[in-house]
């Protein structure tokens, strides 16, 4: 069974950084697609950005030139930094494979505010 722990997720002012981990363990990494989703309150979890398991990579419009996702296969994990923050991009942040698996992890909670 797949087992996905994300961190690095905080309170920071719009304009900051922040940069969020997963830790994947369990299936065959290096095989899959990944993800990083994210879900607001009151509204459906929405996919942000995928890595491939060739390194390519693609970003929602919301996102992108802001946020890169990357992958390290020898340790199972993927980040995702994230730039220029805005309040819209509060929300609850997940990792999971791109189709998504059954289960997800907790999060991280991502606020941006001032």
């Known amino acids: 069974q797949v087992q996905l722990v994300e961190s690095g997720g905080g309170l920071v002012q719009p304009g900051g950084s922040l940069k969020l981990s997963c830790a994947v363990s369990?299936?065959?990494?290096?095989?899959?697609?990944m993800g990083w989703y994210r879900q607001a309150p009151g509204k459906q979890r929405d996919l942000v950005a995928t890595i491939t398991s060739g390194a390519t990579t693609n970003y929602a419009d919301s996102v992108k030139g802001r946020f890169t996702i990357s992958r390290d296969n020898t340790k199972n994990t993927v980040t995702l930094q994230m730039n220029s923050l805005k309040p819209e991009d509060t929300a609850v942040y997940y990792c999971s494979r791109v189709p998504p698996f059954a289960s997800w992890g907790q999060g991280t909670q991502v606020t941006v505010s001032s």
């Open positions: 369990g299936g065959i990494f290096r095989l899959i697609s």
